[in-house]
């Protein structure tokens, strides 16, 4: 075992060394010669998001920008260690002056390492050096630090069993036996609705504990919106920090931010707990409460949106599940962002790279092949993708500031789950 | 007291036939020994008496009355086993004990007999110590009180001594046929080790490959192995491969005139004790008399052990005794058989027994 | 190992049981722990968890020994399947387990559509959500190990000493108890504190089976540290953890160091 301990930050070292080499190698045979210049981009993100690239944006990009080639390279992968290494690198060799052989980070958060951003490392993203950034949403700006390029999203929705619930209603006899359609007054647009619906179809929704998916989380932060009048504004991360520091949340706090923000969520969630599936036996995770859909046990669950898409596109789902984006205030969600560090390699290769990412050919490929959410307006897609996903269309994405979520998650567990008869 | 009938008692693992009809009848205090090589089923045959294993065929019974059908230990027997006989987690007195509070023997009889029992392996004052505490024949005296004890129809033992040393083992070895002799109970006792069986047995069967070839007293099967494989496997033993013709046995360049009335023109084998190689008289015709070419002397106390070469037949040892050594000329030494067993097939050997006069002293 | 094991957890045993005055002095409290009992799930989470550890520690022994003694004494064919069977979950990670239970026991799994299509029964209730989805989760995943030691330590008994105690008269019930039993009680304290400290800090079986509420520690700590964001109460979880933790591991190295010394090693 000790072995293992010892050799795991070596094997990392070496990994580094052999990615860099790569990457090395590949410039010095290609720099002088190729009248196309290569743009290095570093993928942290799952092997989903890496063969994406591979297979689709990069044939993209490449056809659009001749001039440019693009080299990937999955840091994700099991070992290579993630983009934090190569930032660091890159804010190495900002100091030294240094080539930092990268020019491109598919996801990162600019506020890392501490001090770069003030030293410069990031570029600010504005409409001259990526233009394409003006064709972004407000809810994606809204998130943004203005040195990331938030480019694909994804948000809690609700997916149901269309068949399964005519089958209800044709036995209730709401609906005549071999209707093919459930009828609007059935199907919940609204949280209020919902909360209706949820009582009308006992045991037919759940929704997953809020502690092990956003799935979970992100429906009983919309139960707090909800119970707040869907003041957004109330749940920021400078409000929090106004009211309560950024220390380690006491049992004063939570008692507080419970009685005054939060109460309301609960009694909403206790009045509809004995009318979800197993009288409310919270599934843990994603992967549970797909599964009840899935197999078809219940007609309706809270899911990401991503993997809905994904799912559905797979043939996972049952046949006829639909998806529903609420209309009164969508659940949270949230947005990946790309970084562009300003001494990138192929600083121009990389910008050009951020603006074919927010062009309309790489949002609809967010869309169709990830499953993911677009960063830009619907309207500036094809009329005929927004036809396919209009289940789940929206421009709306709120945000609800994570510093909450501590109280929100104990605020559940002491208010709403115990309450189960064992 | 009681009586082991052993019936065409037969054991199949599989295909493999471990005890083959074999049939022994021990008498009322009777010292049997099974005595065999290694996997010859000497401890299956043992095994399917205690009730551990159950006969594929035949029949066991005690006094004339079946006990196939009776579980090991409702079975009037006791066995005392090789090794990790004796129940670590309980002291000497709580193992002989054992049997004996199952029996619900009232709690003082219990105890006389439990110090009987030791001070009859000689052991009196070790009741409170644990197996652990004991040497390897103190726990085998334990396993020994622990089976008579129980006053048992039967003694079983297999193999007990093997895993003690040489010395140890000929001390329990008189020490058990002295109990055996004073209880008077029946015995019968598996043993590789033949001169265990020779020494203990009243009479010995002597097993191979699941059946018996020999069952009989010591001195008979010493003397008249009944076949080669006895003639090997008990005592030393000279076996030359020899022919018969018209005027004896042919032994390379040797002759035995005697040959027992074996027809002519047939292998043979000739059995000779090494005690029963004796130097030759003068007067017997040379062709009569074997020239040994003496490789070894060993002086072993009260006679001499000679290996040696029989001239074109092979090797030979000769016992004999100290005073006998003048006749050893120059590493040579010209010996005749007293007497000899020739084995010319399946059947009981013939023996043959030469004039004493032959005898030089 | 000193450094890795002891100074960390005596430094988090430490930290649970002092505090930092207003004057900046260090002073010893049970502050931490009037705090974390008073939160509401604190001290029934603790009870369900000793419930659930006690509750499949009984049910792995009373369903392996069986096994093992099986496995130990069995001479047929059939033991080879039978022993391929029982270690079969260790080479299955806890969350494949914890799926494959959810899909075979849960609502439309395999065993309600099997008894449905067989006997058209429609009243199948999952265990999964339930605390018993739990220990079935636990039960799965301990029983290799169960099964392993308590066959070595009936391994450990010869066959004489079993046949020695027949021979004498014992029949197959006070072969067990007076003779077998006693000689394998050290392997059936090892296998109960094992289990009772494998159960009691189970993380994944816990964290996808059973219901919301109640927590077992192990999630509840971490529930604590990562959902919350209570360093304080999830470092006072843990140290409570390990001091049970450590309680039944001494009667687990007692066990193992008296066998060793039993066995002159």
């Not at chain 1, 504004?233 to 220390?247: H, I, K, N, P, S």
């Not at chain 2, 001390?171 to 004073?182: G, M, S, T, V, W």
């Not at chain 2, 006895?230 to 020899?242: K, R, S, T």
């Amino acid at each position: 075992m000790r072995r293992i301990y010892f050799a795991l930050p070596l094997l990392s070292v070496v990994l580094m060394i052999a990615v860099s080499g790569a990457v090395f190698a590949r410039g010095a045979s290609e720099a002088g010669s190729d009248e196309r210049t290569v743009v290095d981009v570093m993928i942290a993100s799952d092997t989903n998001i890496f063969d994406w690239y591979a297979d689709h944006l990069k044939p993209l990009f490449e056809a659009a920008n001749p001039e440019y080639e693009l080299n990937l390279v999955h840091t994700g992968a099991e070992g290579a260690g993630g983009n934090g290494p190569i930032a660091d690198r890159a804010y190495a060799a900002l100091q030294t002056g240094n080539d930092p052989i990268v020019s491109y980070f598919e996801t990162w958060n600019p506020l890392e390492p501490i001090g770069a951003l003030d030293d410069g490392l990031w570029l600010e993203i504005n409409e001259d050096n990526v233009p394409n950034i003006s064709n972004a949403i407000d809810a994606v700006l809204a998130g943004s630090t203005g040195f990331d390029v938030p480019y694909r999203g994804s948000q809690v929705i609700l997916a149901y069993n269309a068949d399964r619930l005519l089958e209800i209603l044709v036995e209730r006899g709401e609906v005549a036996a071999g209707t093919t359609e459930v009828p609007e007054e059935f199907v919940p647009s609204t949280f209020p609705e919902l909360m209706e619906w949820v009582q009308e179809f006992p045991g037919e929704f759940t929704y997953p504990r809020p502690d092990t998916t956003g799935a979970g989380r992100n429906f009983v932060t919309r139960a707090i919106l909800q119970a707040n009048d869907l003041n957004q504004d109330v749940f920021t991360v400078e409000a929090y920090a106004q009211r309560f520091g950024t220390g380690e949340l006491s049992r004063e706090d939570i008692d507080a931010i419970n009685d005054e923000f939060y109460a309301g969520a609960w009694e909403m969630l206790n009045e509809i707990e004995p009318y979800l599936y197993d009288d409310g036996a919270y599934p843990s995770g994603a992967a549970a409460v797909t599964r009840l859909l899935t197999d078809e046990v219940i007609t309706m669950i809270t899911i990401w949106s991503d993997q809905a898409l994904q799912a559905k596109s797979l043939g996972l789902l049952p046949p006829n599940t639909r998806f529903i984006q609420l209309a009164d205030l969508p659940m949270v969600g949230g947005y990946a962002s790309s970084a562009i560090p300003t001494n990138a390699t192929n600083l121009e290769g990389a910008l050009a790279l951020a603006n074919f990412l927010l062009s309309s050919d790489a949002q609809e490929s967010v869309v169709r092949v990830i499953g993911g959410f677009p960063a830009v307006s619907w309207d500036t897609l094809p009329a005929e993708l927004q036809e396919d996903f209009n289940d789940v269309i929206t421009d709306d994405v709120p945000s609800f500031g994570g510093v909450w979520i501590g109280a929100a998650i104990e605020g559940w567990y002491t208010n709403v789950a115990p309450e189960i008869e064992r | 007291m009681a009586k082991l009938t052993i019936d065409t008692l037969t054991k199949h693992f599989g295909s493999v036939v471990a005890v083959d009809r074999i049939n022994i009848e021990v008498e009322d205090g009777e010292f049997v020994c099974i005595l065999g090589p290694s996997g010859c089923g000497k401890s299956t045959a043992l095994r399917m008496i205690a009730g551990f294993e159950h006969p594929t065929e035949g029949d066991i019974r005690i006094d004339d009355s079946s006990i196939v059908a009776i579980p090991p230990n409702k079975r009037p027997t006791a066995m005392v086993f090789q090794k990790y006989t004796l129940w670590p987690h309980m002291t000497v007195y709580e193992n002989i004990a054992f049997g004996l509070k199952l029996r619900g023997t009232a709690d003082a009889t219990v105890r006389r007999t439990v110090e009987e029992g030791l001070e009859l392996v000689g052991l009196s004052g070790y009741e409170k110590r644990y197996p652990s505490q004991l040497s390897g024949g103190q726990q085998q005296r334990v396993a020994l009180a622990r089976a008579i004890v129980l006053e048992p129809k039967i003694l079983l033992l297999d193999e007990p001594f093997s895993s003690l040393d040489a010395l140890l083992r000929v001390r329990l070895r008189e020490e058990l046929k002295r109990i055996q002799r004073r209880l008077g109970i029946t015995t019968l006792f598996v043993t590789h080790d033949q001169e265990e069986a020779l020494s203990l047995s009243d009479r010995i069967a002597v097993m191979r490959e699941g059946q018996i070839e020999q069952l009989a007293d010591p001195s008979t099967v010493y003397a008249r192995p009944r076949s080669l494989f006895v003639a090997d496997f008990i005592g030393d033993m000279n076996l030359f491969e020899a022919t018969t013709d018209a005027e004896g046995i042919r032994l390379g360049s040797s002759l035995l005139r005697d040959s027992g009335g074996v027809e002519v023109d047939r292998k043979v084998t000739v059995a000779v004790r090494p005690e029963e190689l004796v130097p030759a008289a003068t007067g017997v015709p040379p062709e009569e008399t074997w020239e040994i070419a003496v490789e070894q002397t060993m002086d072993l106390g009260h006679y001499l052990k000679l290996l040696g070469e029989l001239t074109g037949v092979g090797p030979v040892k000769i016992y004999l005794p100290k005073s006998a050594h003048a006749n050893v000329v120059k590493g040579r030494v010209r010996v005749t058989p007293t007497r000899y067993l020739i084995y010319s097939n399946a059947d009981a050997p013939v023996e043959v027994v030469k004039r004493p006069h032959v005898v030089a002293r | 190992m000193a450094l890795l094991i002891v100074y960390p957890a005596a430094l988090s045993v430490f930290d649970t049981l002092t505090a930092t005055s207003a004057d900046g002095s260090t002073r010893f409290t049970l502050e931490s722990y009037v705090t974390f009992f008073q939160l509401p799930d604190a001290l029934p989470n603790l009870w369900f968890t000793l419930r659930i550890t006690v509750v499949t520690v009984t049910i792995l022994f009373a369903l392996c020994f069986p096994i093992a003694y099986y496995l130990r004494f069995s001479t047929s064919q059939l033991s080879v399947p039978v022993r391929f069977l029982a270690l079969f979950p260790m080479f299955v990670p806890g969350i494949v387990t914890a799926f494959a239970l959810i899909r075979f026991l849960g609502d439309n799994g395999w065993i309600e559509n099997i008894l449905f299509s067989l006997t058209g029964w429609e009243g199948w209730v999952s265990p999964i959500a339930k605390p018993q989805g739990i220990v079935i989760g636990l039960v799965w995943e301990g029983v290799p190990v169960t099964v392993l030691v308590l066959t070595a330590g009936l391994s450990q008994v010869p066959n004489h000493l079993i046949e020695s105690a027949r021979d004498v008269g014992a029949n197959g019930r006070q072969v067990f108890f007076r003779i077998i039993f006693p000689q394998i009680r050290r392997s059936v304290m090892i296998v109960l504190t094992l289990n009772f400290l494998g159960v009691f800090g189970a993380f994944t079986i816990p964290l996808l089976l059973g219901g919301a509420s109640p927590q077992m520690y192990g999630h509840y700590m971490a529930n604590r540290l990562y959902g919350i964001g209570q360093y304080t109460h999830a470092q006072t979880a843990a140290v409570i953890m390990f001091l049970i933790s450590a309680a039944v591991g001494t009667l687990y190295v007692r066990s193992v160091v008296n066998q060793r010394m039993e066995k002159g090693e």
